[in-house]
């Protein structure tokens, strides 16, 4: 069992400590749950407390690569997919009919705008803004007069499909966020008890709502925090008990890669009101369960290129866009709720080691499918090799209706979620990026927190405080789990506690404008054996993991060509202006490494370079940080039948090849890849 430590919210007398600037740092596993945060919405009784906060939408102004990777979103396909995308076209759409008929209107909207909105409301892109207002408002305008909304889809005598309404309601809450317009929560409150009118047996039935009835439970939850009304913990229980059974001790309802990674929370979200430590745990137990047999492998994630097969789990098996994007928002949730660093760990691990990849550079194309080994990405069939037939390694923004348009929240979720609130008025940086966070704090303090720094590229964080008055607040800095030694300095003065990795510090003092705080996490080389696969390593500098650097030759080709069989553009959508791509290897990528049997660590070389001046560290000609290392080449070891990198042959093997060395760059920046190696003497 993956079991969550229940740990006392503060760390024994040994890790406290204090001096002469009235500062006093303990090393806690977690927030403190008594009380409730004053200034940002908390859970209602009986619902457990949570140990973060989530903060609106607009209190973070990300900068540095993460704000250059939400206007190349902007610029490319999640701002553009409007002019390209026939299931955001404004005619004939069932989201713009009161009685929910039209031609186009399932999942891709609500998917595209609860990532486009929220960039526009981060950005403050006045355009952006407006398109939002146009869906929102349709929205809003046309719930029917049963409190239903959205496109009129039935599954069966009967049986309404909910599961689109799902991610529109998350659309509604942030922007709720934004405006704090009072129609959300009646236009809510109606849909709701409306659902309660539904019979147990018709509702929640077909197989994405079933699998996906969290993401209803998260929008009860929302609301009733906000409004109260006992009627909406009746119908969290009926939405509980409806929805698949996510607590299986060994196995899973179905193993649909998306379901797994968005689904698997369920239970901890209802942990919430059950209060049974037995809920908690099977979220716990769903994480390491699919990743015990399919995530053996670097990255974050587990193999599942539509599903998880048995048999298929070497590192050429891929996961969707769709299912990073879904995995990061269920750690932050999970993060959220816990407060256990395990899920922080786990977010930043996609989020610079998977997700970036599953894009061109530019923004303006992506595929459906990315694994940690994939030497090709080109518009062919590769099933079997992979669950799904079609072209589905291409990066095409024509293409994978899903992914096409779920892909835009990856990002903005992320940094909505690097600072949060504690319920002792506090504030906690969980995803050091850089930008400035702006939150209520202490007896009403208004403070901005300004982050410098290039992690998690670079080991040094630096926090400047502008405050509107002196006041007493704690603040909360996590220390990764990878991150042994960490050092802290408060105005140049360092603390006298030790942080400890996988653990939180609690900073309380008399905060003034103008404060700094040093934060540095010292990366170090780790090599990780997945001995369940093969005895393959994958290679870690702090929270970023290595991939062999391949040259990458790009070829351009007719995104309308090479889509896969369900997708749909409008009708003047050009492709000429957004073209797909195959990416084909120029260099050899069949190599294993040569590492030092006692100190692997040893066998490598960390090359800095420098940054790049468009702020997009994520490709191979612009990686930061290199790694050198020796290694051989394989020769047996190719592309199989199915066009895909071969199964990895066992560790250690022998070589006859000679020794060359091979350069390294971040997994998050290389489109190709191997980064599970096979060892060779």
Known sequence: MFKLLILPAFVLLPFWGSFAQGIRAEVVARPATEGKNLYYTSNRSPLLQAAFLKLPVTSFSPSGWLLKALNLQKEGLTGNLGE??????????????????????????????????????????????????????????????????????????????????????????????????????????????????????????????????????????????????????????????????????????????????????????????????????????????????????PGGMFGADENARKGYDDPRQATETCGFVEQMTSDQ????????????????????????????????????????????????????????????????????????????????????????????????????????????????????????????????????????????????????????????????????????AGRYIRITRIWKDGDRISLHLPMKLKVRQWAENKSSVSVNYGPLTYSLKIKENYIKKDSKETAIGDSRWQENADPGKWPSFEIHPGSAWNYGLSLDEKHPEKSFQIVRKKWPADDNPFTNASAPVELRVRGKKISAWGIDSSGLVSPLPRSPLTSGEREEILFLVPMGGARLRISAFPVVK
């Open 84 to 297: 390209i995308s026939v299931w955001l076209s404004k005619k004939n759409n069932a989201w713009l009919n009161r009685e929910g008929k039209g031609e186009y209107g399932w999942e891709e909207l609500p998917y595209w705008l609860k990532g486009y909105g929220d960039i526009a409301y981060m950005l403050n892109d006045q355009k952006m803004i407006s398109e939002t207002k146009f869906w929102i408002e349709a929205v809003l305008s046309n719930q029917r007069p049963n409190g239903d909304f959205g496109p009129s889809v039935e599954k069966g005598k009967g049986k309404r499909d909910l599961w689109t309404n799902m991610p529109m309601l998350w659309c509604l809450q942030s922007y709720y966020e934004y405006s704090k317009d009072q129609r959300v929560l009646d236009f809510m409150t109606r849909y709701f008890k409306w659902q309660l009118t539904i019979p147990d047996e018709l509702f929640l039935e077909d197989y994405w709502e079933n699998s996906r009835g969290g993401d209803n439970l998260y929008s009860i939850f929302w609301l009733y925090n906000i409004t109260g009304g006992d009627w909406l913990l009746d119908l969290a229980q009926k939405t509980d008990r409806n929805t698949a059974n996510w607590r299986q001790a060994a196995s899973l309802p179905n193993w649909h890669n998306v379901n797994i990674a968005q689904c698997f929370r369920e239970p901890a979200q209802y942990y919430l009101l059950s209060q049974k430590e037995e809920d908690l745990n099977a979220s716990y137990n769903n994480f390491k369960l699919v990743r015990s047999v399919y995530g053996q492998v």
């Open 333 to 500: 949730m999970l993060l959220r709720y816990t407060g256990d660093t395990f899920w922080a760990d786990n977010c930043e691990d996609i989020a610079y080691n998977s997700f970036p990849a599953a894009f061109m550079p530019d923004y303006r194309s992506l595929r459906y499918l990315t694994a940690p080994n994939m030497a090709i990405s080109d518009s062919k069939n590769h099933h079997p090799g992979i669950d799904n037939s079609g072209p589905f390694l291409m990066m095409n923004p024509f293409s994978s209706r899903c992914c096409q348009h779920n892909h835009s929240a990856g990002w903005v979720y992320f940094a909505q979620n690097t600072w949060m609130a504690t319920q002792d008025n506090g504030l906690a940086a969980q995803f050091y990026t850089e930008g400035s966070v702006k939150a209520k704090v202490g007896s009403g303090q208004q403070v901005e927190v300004w982050a410098e720094g290039r992690y998690p590229f670079d080991e040094n964080i630096s926090l400047k405080l502008k405050m509107d008055r002196p006041g007493s607040f704690p603040l909360y800095l996590r220390i990764p789990s990878w991150s042994e030694a960490a050092r802290i300095k408060v105005n140049g003065q360092a603390l006298q506690v030790q942080p400890v």
